[in-house]
């Protein structure tokens, strides 16, 4: 029967030790690649800048740090519509600039606002109302995963052609009555799936739909707009469990994008249950090898 000697064993281990420290970093760079978990920073908050007057023409947009000696950001020619995607910001006071397309930036300020950042926390700051009585609003907002396998949905009211509006979903189901212009509702879970979307003036008017997918364990606004034809209702996506920013507590991953425990500990399992095995395997064929060899000069030695 063959044996490993003390020898082999100390191989063994060394080729072992190679193999698992070679594999582990294969495996770190794996975990590291596009489209897998990464680590999420939860040291900032999330702030977007929408335009949501229908009167008012296009503005400049100024994005200060008020703690910072660093020139605002600056979003030139934003247009009624408009909303950014979040950017990710230190946790902080920070203040919000309109000023009229093109204009100075030394000129004063159409309108200003400030919102105090928090860490894992999201904003909408946004331009509302009609030009006559325009304001910036700090809306908060709750991307919190809904529960079930639901989708979550809130209504940004942002027609004056329909200052009052009622919307729901094919079936009749109402996902808010009565939204005023200039408003933004509370968010609603509702089913997921392919839905029809309506939003109709109360009292009556003509209907406008428009067809969706809502995803479970996702966080949408309905953006009501006007366009020349009448109602344009558009979906944003807020946040989603696969998909992009924001992070952390304002969820749009599973739990986050930070490593678990369990995460860490599947591909180390699956290192060693490769590494160990296979050290045994090489150093049983080294083995191997140098019986046959030292049969052969035996066997040559004796003829």
Same mark, same amino acid.
């Given at each position: 029967m063959?044996?490993?000697?003390?020898?082999?064993?100390?191989?063994?281990?060394?080729?072992g030790a190679a193999i698992t420290v070679t594999l582990c970093t294969l495996g770190v760079t794996l975990l590291g690649l596009p489209g897998t978990a990464a680590a999420a920073d939860p040291k900032v908050g999330y702030v977007r800048l929408a335009h949501l007057s229908p009167d008012t023409p296009e503005v400049d947009v100024y994005l200060s740090n008020l703690a910072s000696t660093k020139p605002p950001q600056v979003f030139p020619g934003v247009g009624y519509g408009t909303v950014s995607g979040y950017l990710?910001?230190?946790?902080?006071?920070?203040?919000?600039?309109?000023?009229?397309?093109?204009?100075?930036?030394?000129?004063?300020? %159409?309108?200003t606002?400030?919102?105090?950042? #928090?860490?894992?926390?999201?904003?909408?700051?946004?331009?509302?109302?009609?030009?006559?009585?325009?304001?910036l609003r700090v809306i908060n907002d709750d991307l919190t995963s809904p529960t079930n396998n639901r989708a979550k949905v809130r209504v940004i009211q942002a027609s004056i052609k329909a200052p009052v509006l009622d919307l729901s979903i094919n079936g009749g189901?109402?996902?808010?009555? #009565?939204?005023?212009?200039?408003?933004?509702?509370?968010?609603?879970? %509702?089913?997921s799936g392919a839905l029809t979307l309506k939003a109709k003036p109360s009292g009556g008017g003509t209907a406008t739909t428009m067809k969706v997918t809502l995803h479970s364990d996702s966080v949408y606004s309905l953006l009501v707009l006007d366009s020349k034809s009448g109602l344009k209702p558009e979906l944003l996506t807020d946040a989603t469990r696969n998909g992009p920013m924001p992070k952390g507590p304002v969820d749009t991953g599973a739990?986050?994008?930070a490593l678990t425990d369990r995460q860490f500990i599947l591909p180390a399992a699956i290192v060693a249950g490769i590494a160990l095995p296979l050290a045994a395997f090489l150093a049983y064929q080294g083995r191997r090898r140098r019986l046959n060899w030292n049969r052969r000069r035996a066997e040559s030695g004796a003829r």
């Amino acid at each position: 029967m063959t044996r490993f000697t003390s020898l082999d064993r100390r191989r063994a281990a060394s080729i072992g030790a190679a193999i698992t420290v070679t594999l582990c970093t294969l495996g770190v760079t794996l975990l590291g690649l596009p489209g897998t978990a990464a680590a999420a920073d939860p040291k900032v908050g999330y702030v977007r800048l929408a335009h949501l007057s229908p009167d008012t023409p296009e503005v400049d947009v100024y994005l200060s740090n008020l703690a910072s000696t660093k020139p605002p950001q600056v979003f030139p020619g934003v247009g009624y519509g408009t909303v950014s995607g979040y950017l990710p910001l230190p946790p902080g006071a920070y203040e919000v600039d309109m000023r009229l397309a093109g204009a100075d930036a030394s000129t004063p300020a %159409v309108k200003t606002t400030s919102v105090t950042v #928090q860490a894992d926390h999201a904003y909408t700051v946004a331009g509302v109302g009609k030009n006559a009585d325009l304001g910036l609003r700090v809306i908060n907002d709750d991307l919190t995963s809904p529960t079930n396998n639901r989708a979550k949905v809130r209504v940004i009211q942002a027609s004056i052609k329909a200052p009052v509006l009622d919307l729901s979903i094919n079936g009749g189901s109402t996902v808010a009555k #009565q939204v005023k212009f200039a408003t933004t509702t509370a968010y609603h879970q %509702v089913k997921s799936g392919a839905l029809t979307l309506k939003a109709k003036p109360s009292g009556g008017g003509t209907a406008t739909t428009m067809k969706v997918t809502l995803h479970s364990d996702s966080v949408y606004s309905l953006l009501v707009l006007d366009s020349k034809s009448g109602l344009k209702p558009e979906l944003l996506t807020d946040a989603t469990r696969n998909g992009p920013m924001p992070k952390g507590p304002v969820d749009t991953g599973a739990g986050g994008t930070a490593l678990t425990d369990r995460q860490f500990i599947l591909p180390a399992a699956i290192v060693a249950g490769i590494a160990l095995p296979l050290a045994a395997f090489l150093a049983y064929q080294g083995r191997r090898r140098r019986l046959n060899w030292n049969r052969r000069r035996a066997e040559s030695g004796a003829r």
